[in-house]
């Protein structure tokens, strides 16, 4: 069972609960974009008077924001729809909206398979919720709001944030890269660089507002600026947020390994703020699939971007996304991307079953891998990388890493967290003397394979 967004609001106690008062509450599947459009719609939400609520029960509103990039997200979504309905008939004034690329892909589909459903949402139209509640209010019939393409820009609208010491702000929307398995493109439309003054402004304003960390989101960040002339490039535009005094910490996502040069490196190198993270999705180490997926690179060119990245910052991580089971992938090509793996050593990957994505080129491409292939070769490759991930944290061991604290671990409320520049979650026994959103200097006692324990020394 998915679990309701948190918001960084004062939640108000059962007790202290005004039955005049609206109450929403929201669900996100997806990526980090995703994530950032539900505090947009949140925003509206609570600037026409809404109140957050973590409870189900007492939403009037709910919405469920969806993602549509694997088959798998798709049916877990429709399952929580389908447990909507049962609240639709215990309170019939209950507005349940769905937004997101599921919203943008199925359009109407989703008021034929779920007529309980009153609002559908497109990734285009994610500014327009008020006007979109206004209509069913004074029609109380369902309202499709889906544009099959984009506005150059959409409108700013009032956002509420999930964290308090990490925000995303959006640097360009959509993606023109059209890789063979992937449904963004269609469900995001092409791509628009926000302009850069806005960015910094708002950067510059979330720094006043307490938060210490931002990420800079994209579906694909290193073609920032290639859809206009105003703007310069994403290595100019990093430059400028590394100059923004009020933040501490700058990352960004995702990175096209074809995209990122040399400037791009320089520029993290010579930053003050620029996390020495990059995540760089491979996709696959067999040149024959990255040419069916069209990735736009071979191995060769993806180990040059390695060997200089590391040239540069030696001590920076590197992580990755693989795809497998992509059609035509055999055995022998599954081993290339093994081979790849042990070679480059990535600090973490991000693995993923091929999902068959209709409307797609590789949808449509023989030799689709049968579901059980797909799932043995998955676990030789997490098996290889938790190996990897392991070998690597254990060389922090008996050494000093510096987090900002982010707050309390989510499994244990004694137990604080953080993150260094290079994205390696870290964890330790609150002392008390530690503070949210300040740095702290931890000595690293145990290496896991995708954490660092360890005791606070300063
Ligand atoms: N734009 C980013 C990029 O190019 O790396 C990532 C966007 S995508 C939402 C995140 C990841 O989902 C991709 O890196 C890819 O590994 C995975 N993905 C996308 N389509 C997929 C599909 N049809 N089946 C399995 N994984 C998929
Ligand atoms: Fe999808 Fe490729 Fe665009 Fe990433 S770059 S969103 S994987 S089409």
Redo the contacts with the bound molecule.
């Keep these: 069972m998915s679990k309701p967004d948190q918001y960084n609001v004062e939640v108000t106690s059962n007790d202290m609960k005004d039955s005049n008062v609206k109450y929403f509450t929201t669900y996100t599947y997806?990526?980090q974009m995703n994530h950032h459009d539900s505090e947009r719609l949140a925003g509206q939400l609570k600037s026409i008077g809404y109140e957050y609520t973590e409870s189900l029960e007492e939403a009037s509103f709910i919405l469920i924001n969806t993602?549509c990039?694997?088959?798998s997200a798709e049916k877990k979504i429709y399952g929580k729809i389908g447990e909507l309905k049962n609240l639709k008939v215990s309170n019939p004034n209950l507005i349940i909206a769905i937004a997101g690329c599921m919203a943008q892909k199925d359009k109407e589909k989703i008021f034929k398979k779920a007529p309980h459903i009153d609002l559908i949402i497109g990734t285009h139209n994610v500014h327009q919720l008020v006007e979109v509640i206004k209509e069913f209010e004074e029609s109380k019939d369902h309202v499709l709001a889906v544009w099959d393409q984009a506005e150059r820009l959409a409108p700013d609208v009032p956002t509420i944030r999930r964290g308090k010491i990490s925000a995303w702000v959006p640097i360009m929307y959509g993606?023109n890269?059209f890789?063979t398995?992937?449904?963004?493109p269609y469900v995001r439309g092409r791509e628009r660089s926000r302009p850069l003054p806005d960015i910094i402004e708002e950067i510059h304003q979330l720094g006043l507002d307490g938060f210490k960390e931002i990420t800079l989101l994209?579906?694909?960040v290193n073609s920032y600026g290639n859809d206009t002339n105003e703007y310069g490039d994403f290595a100019d535009l990093l430059k400028a947020v590394d100059q923004v005094e009020t933040i501490e910490r700058v990352r960004y996502?995702?990175?096209?390994p074809r995209d990122i040069n040399d400037k791009v490196i320089d520029t993290i190198l010579n930053s003050k703020k620029i996390c020495d993270h990059f995540?760089l999705?491979v996709?696959s180490g067999s040149d024959t699939i990255l040419k069916m997926m069209n990735r736009g690179y071979t191995t060769d060119y993806y180990r040059e971007l390695v060997r200089k990245i590391r040239k540069a910052i030696p001590h920076a991580s590197l992580t990755t996304?693989?795809?497998v089971g992509?059609p035509g992938e055999t055995d022998e090509l599954f081993q290339e991307t093994l081979e790849f793996l042990k070679e480059i050593r990535f600090d973490a990957s991000?693995t993923?079953?091929?999902?068959?994505?209709s409307g797609?080129p590789?949808a449509a491409m023989a030799d689709q891998v049968p579901l059980a292939v797909k799932k043995e070769r998955l676990q030789k490759l997490m098996d290889v990388q938790n190996d990897i991930s392991l070998e690597i944290n254990q060389q922090f061991t008996d050494t000093a890493v510096t987090v900002i604290v982010e707050g309390p671990s989510q499994r244990d409320e004694n137990r604080l967290m953080g993150r260094t520049t290079t994205n390696k979650i870290v964890l330790w026994d609150k002392q008390g003397t530690e503070e949210v959103g300040q740095l702290a200097n931890i000595k690293i006692t145990t290496a896991q394979t995708w954490i660092l324990k360890g005791d606070l020394i300063d």
């Design positions: 997806g990526c993602c990039v694997r088959e993606c890269n890789c398995y992937c449904i963004v994209g579906q694909n996502m995702t990175s096209h995540h999705p996709q996304d693989i795809i992509f991000y993923f079953l091929y999902s068959k994505r797609t590789a």
